[in-house]
């Protein structure tokens, strides 16, 4: 009786566990969907109790630029990496998932064929590169964490269904477990038997294993962060620091905070001497904008009626989908030109019919007033630190060539998720 229970308490904690991952994962379908409000009144709560504590502000934090594009080669590669391993693991899991499913109904034995010839948990295996992936897409800090656990509960359950193996089919499965590796080829798992010698068998072996999982898993995470924030190109000037979204605009930072500062000086702009100051700099229908401020329902994606869309171009198109603008997805369902809705559509409102949108000279400057638990002067990446407050102040429309400002707008002290953590990177 009682193992029978401490099976069933393994498989439910196992699947509380997986289903927590998925949640957490598939905040970003949601986030751009219209069930986007549901979903909130329900976790935002669990976000904004995050953010109270220092030790836990850290997970609702991003730690790969999801609505920058990769400056460097090495980001952008794992961004496509990241896709690769969402499209794969779903597609190879679905493929095992088949195989052993069939396998028990027509009743074939042991699923030693395909992948299983070479690993005993595929299933497992493809579903921990998928959530890889899934982590990439959606970095958030908590996707990681509940990733970790994933692995963890994998680990647990991969034994557990092993030790029943073991009692059904016996010395086959015996053999089969000699010659097939757990969860990487056999070849490749041998590489790492010097772990067997570190961690010595004990009671302890299994929670000494899942911390090492959880140690490796998050701190990869702040690893990446790491290497993200050295490689974002700031400028700064006095209490002023400026981000390009794009990384080819980076040549017009300098320039663009010596409008800004101009603009200030002439009183069209109000910053205080006293306050550090976080400028995003993109084009002015960049659809990522509204998590940073709200500028308008168009940049309300949650509002947008081209989820699905939206969606597969993020998966299937890494960085196209950043470039792409809100009218573009409109003009591919209404078979238009994307150039000539994008014109027609800009939030700048510009009549230029001879303008070439690829090469557009406007840029839209949006300041966050920066707050530090500690009160010091920040710049650079120190702005975008866990216990830093990003508050929206104005979006400023400027002309990148000319150094003219076309319109300062005061915008709500919010996003368009209002008190949502979104992404800083």
Same mark, same amino acid.
């Given at each position: 009786?009682?193992?029978?229970?401490?099976?069933?308490?393994? !498989?439910?904690?196992?699947?509380?566990?997986?289903?927590?991952?998925?949640?957490?994962?598939?905040?970003?379908?949601?986030?751009?969907?219209? @069930?986007?409000?549901?979903?909130?009144?329900?976790? &935002?709560?669990?976000? &904004?109790?995050? =953010?109270?504590?220092?030790?836990?502000?850290?997970?609702?934090? #991003?730690?790969?630029?999801?609505?920058?594009?990769?400056?460097?080669? @090495?980001?952008?590669?794992?961004? /496509?990496? =990241?896709?690769? #391993?969402?499209? $794969?693991?779903?597609?190879? #899991?679905?493929?095992?998932?088949?195989?052993?499913?069939?396998? +028990?109904?027509?009743?074939?034995?042991?699923?030693? +064929?395909?992948?299983?010839?070479?690993?005993?948990?595929?299933?497992?295996?493809? $579903?921990?590169?998928?959530?890889?992936?899934?982590?990439?897409?959606?970095?958030?800090?908590?996707? $990681?964490?509940?990733?970790?656990?994933?692995?963890?509960?994998?680990?647990?359950?991969?034994?557990?269904?092993?030790?029943?193996?073991?009692?059904?089919?016996?010395?086959? %499965?015996? !053999?089969?477990?000699?010659?097939?590796?757990?969860?990487?080829?056999?070849?490749?798992?041998?590489? *790492?038997?010097?772990?067997?010698?570190? /961690?010595? +068998?004990?009671?302890?072996?299994?929670?000494?294993?899942?911390?090492?999982?959880?140690?490796?898993?998050?701190?990869?995470?702040?690893?990446?962060?790491?290497?993200?924030?050295?490689?974002?190109?700031?400028?700064?000037?006095?209490?002023?620091?400026?981000?390009?979204?794009?990384?080819?605009?980076?040549?017009?930072?300098?320039?663009?905070?010596?409008?800004?500062?101009?603009?200030?000086?002439?009183?069209?702009?109000?910053?205080?001497?006293?306050?550090? %100051?976080?400028?995003?700099?993109?084009?002015?229908?960049?659809?990522?904008?509204?998590?940073?401020?709200?500028?308008?329902?168009?940049?309300?994606? @949650?509002?947008?009626?081209?989820?699905?869309?939206?969606?597969?171009?993020?998966?299937?198109?890494? *960085?196209?989908?950043?470039?792409?603008?809100?009218?573009?997805?409109?003009?591919?369902?209404?078979?238009?030109?994307?150039?000539?809705?994008?014109?027609?559509?800009?939030?700048?409102?510009?009549?230029?019919?001879?303008?070439?949108?690829?090469?557009?000279? %406007?840029?839209?400057?949006?300041?966050?007033?920066?707050?530090?638990? &500690?009160? !010091?002067?920040?710049?650079?990446?120190?702005?975008?630190?866990?216990?830093?407050?990003?508050?929206?102040?104005?979006?400023?429309?400027?002309?990148?060539?000319?150094?003219?400002?076309?319109?300062?707008?005061?915008? +709500?002290?919010?996003?368009?998720?209002?008190?949502?953590?979104?992404?800083?990177?």
């Amino acid at each position: 009786m009682w193992k029978k229970l401490k099976e069933k308490a393994i !498989k439910l904690t196992a699947f509380a566990g997986i289903m927590l991952f998925f949640i957490v994962a598939f905040e970003i379908m949601i986030m751009i969907s219209p @069930f986007a409000f549901f979903f909130y009144s329900v976790f &935002n709560p669990v976000f &904004n109790w995050l =953010g109270q504590f220092p030790a836990t502000r850290w997970l609702t934090a #991003f730690f790969l630029p999801h609505m920058t594009l990769p400056p460097t080669l @090495f980001l952008r590669t794992v961004r /496509i990496a =990241g896709s690769v #391993f969402f499209v $794969l693991g779903a597609a190879a #899991f679905i493929v095992c998932a088949l195989q052993v499913y069939l396998g +028990k109904l027509f009743k074939w034995g042991i699923a030693d +064929k395909g992948l299983y010839r070479y690993v005993r948990h595929p299933q497992y295996l493809l $579903l921990g590169i998928w959530g890889i992936g899934m982590s990439i897409l959606w970095p958030r800090f908590i996707v $990681l964490a509940s990733l970790s656990v994933m692995f963890v509960l994998y680990y647990v359950l991969a034994k557990d269904e092993e030790k029943r193996m073991r009692n059904l089919y016996g010395e086959s %499965y015996e !053999k089969y477990m000699s010659n097939t590796g757990m969860f990487l080829p056999k070849k490749v798992e041998r590489y *790492f038997s010097f772990m067997s010698h570190v /961690i010595p +068998k004990s009671p302890l072996r299994h929670v000494v294993v899942s911390m090492l999982i959880i140690t490796a898993v998050i701190g990869s995470g702040f690893v990446l962060r790491t290497i993200t924030l050295r490689s974002l190109p700031f400028e700064a000037n006095t209490n002023l620091t400026i981000l390009s979204l794009l990384p080819e605009d980076a040549a017009m930072n300098a320039s663009a905070i010596q409008t800004i500062l101009q603009g200030e000086r002439d009183g069209k702009i109000k910053l205080s001497d006293n306050n550090n %100051y976080l400028a995003y700099m993109m084009p002015a229908d960049y659809i990522m904008q509204g998590m940073i401020a709200d500028t308008g329902g168009e940049f309300h994606l @949650f509002k947008q009626h081209n989820t699905f869309a939206m969606i597969s171009e993020w998966v299937l198109h890494p *960085f196209e989908h950043l470039r792409n603008s809100p009218s573009f997805h409109m003009a591919k369902m209404h078979n238009v030109d994307p150039s000539i809705a994008r014109r027609h559509h800009c939030p700048i409102n510009i009549d230029e019919p001879a303008l070439d949108c690829n090469a557009c000279p %406007y840029r839209r400057v949006i300041i966050d007033e920066v707050e530090n638990v &500690n009160g !010091k002067r920040l710049s650079g990446s120190a702005l975008l630190s866990f216990g830093a407050t990003r508050t929206p102040l104005y979006a400023i429309d400027l002309n990148a060539r000319t150094g003219a400002i076309v319109n300062v707008v005061p915008v +709500k002290r919010a996003t368009a998720w209002v008190d949502v953590p979104t992404p800083s990177i």
